[in-house]
C-alpha cells in the first residue's frame, strides 16, 4: 500500500480507500500465497482489458517524452546548446500530477540561451497537448551558470546532482571546470 501511495501521491488512507473500492468492484483481485498483500487487475472485469491497456502505455510515457525532449536538444547542438538536463522532482522521481517537468537549459552565450529557452517553451504547448505536461524552461550561458554555481543554495546542489541529462554530461563538472 505505502508503494501505491508513494507513486501516485496520494495520501496512504486515500490509497488504501481507493484499492478497497476497486477491489470490492472486482476490478482489482488478491493474489493468494504471497505473504506481500499483492494485487492484480482481474482478467474477467469487463474494464479490465482497458485499464491493463491504459497502464502498458503509461510504461513509455517517459521513453517517449524524453525521446521527444532529446531530440529537440540535439536540433540545438549545432546552435551553441551545451547542456540540457531534466531537474527538480522529475529528476529525482518525487513528480506530482500537474506540476511541471522542470528542464534546464545551458548554451554558449545568453543570447542563445534566451533563444533556445523560447524554442524549448514553443515547444511545450505542444508537448502539453500531447503529454499532459508542462514544461518549465530555465536557460543560463554557461559563464551565468558557473555564477550562480559558486554562491549554491543546497536545494539547487540536490537539483543538479539528480539531474537526468538530455543532452551532454556531468553537470556538476561542467559547472566547477571551466
Same mark, same amino acid.
Given at each position: ?6 507513486? +501516485?501521491?496520494?495520501?496512504? #488512507? ?25 494485487? #492484480? ?33 540535439? +536540433? ?20 506530482? %500530477? ?6 534546464? $537549459? ?20 505542444? $508537448? ?5 505536461? $508542462? ?24 537539483? %543538479?546532482?539528480?539531474?537526468?541529462? $538530455? ?12
Amino acid at each position: 500500500m505505502r508503494e501505491v501511495a508513494r507513486r +501516485s501521491g496520494m495520501a496512504y #488512507r486515500s490509497a488504501e480507500i481507493a484499492i478497497k473500492e476497486l477491489s470490492q468492484l472486482g476490478i482489482l483481485e488478491r493474489i493468494d500465497g504471497s505473504r506481500e498483500r499483492l494485487l #492484480r487487475i482481474s482478467a474477467t472485469h469487463r474494464l479490465g482489458g482497458a485499464i491493463t491497456a491504459l497502464l502498458r502505455a503509461e510504461e513509455d510515457y517517459q521513453p517517449a517524452l524524453r525521446a521527444e525532449l532529446r531530440a529537440l536538444a540535439e +536540433s540545438g547542438k549545432r546552435d551553441a546548446v551545451i547542456e540540457v538536463a531534466i531537474v527538480g522532482a522529475a529528476a529525482r522521481q518525487e513528480e506530482r %500530477i500537474g506540476s511541471p517537468l522542470e528542464l534546464l $537549459l545551458l548554451a554558449k552565450d545568453d543570447p542563445s540561451a534566451r533563444r533556445w529557452a523560447a524554442t524549448f517553451s514553443a515547444a511545450g504547448h505542444q $508537448l502539453e497537448q500531447r503529454f499532459g505536461v $508542462l514544461l518549465a524552461v530555465s536557460g543560463y550561458s554557461l559563464d551565468q551558470a558557473r555564477r550562480l554555481w559558486v554562491t549554491r543554495t543546497a536545494v539547487a546542489e540536490r537539483s %543538479i546532482s539528480s539531474a537526468i541529462p $538530455l543532452l551532454g554530461g556531468d553537470l556538476i563538472k561542467l559547472l566547477t571546470h571551466p
